[in-house]
Nanobody, 121 residues
């Protein structure tokens, strides 16, 4: 079994910064694509950022220049550094990781529990 545990959300003023973490644990062979999504009240879940196993990153237009996705393979952890936060960034943020499970390397999709980010003065 594999678990994803998120941390780092909270309340921040506009212009502030937060760093989200998503730690994977359990029967892991390796991690493939790692993504951060967010869902604001009354809106559909949207993809914010992606990092591949090779380190290639992609961002939603709303995140470009402000958010940075990174990964520590030794710790099986993916991060989302969010700077210059705006009220419209308020949402529940979810990590999504494609995991190759030990020992078969079978690929499965896992989600974190979600962490609330609120940007407000």
């Amino acid at each position: 079994q594999v678990q994803l545990v998120e941390s780092g959300g909270g309340l921040v003023q506009p212009g502030g910064s937060l760093r989200l973490s998503c730690a994977a644990s359990g029967s892991i062979f390796s991690l493939d694509a790692r993504r951060w999504y967010r869902q604001a009240p009354g809106k559909a879940r949207e993809l914010v950022a992606t990092i591949t196993s090779g380190g290639t990153t992609n961002y939603a237009d709303s995140a470009k220049g402000r958010f940075t996705i990174s990964s520590d393979n030794a710790k099986n952890t993916v991060y989302l550094q969010m700077n210059s936060l705006k009220p419209e960034d308020t949402a529940v943020y979810y990590c999504n990781v494609k995991v190759r499970r030990w020992p078969t390397a079978a690929l499965s999709d896992y989600w974190g529990q979600g962490t609330q980010v609120t940007v407000s003065s």
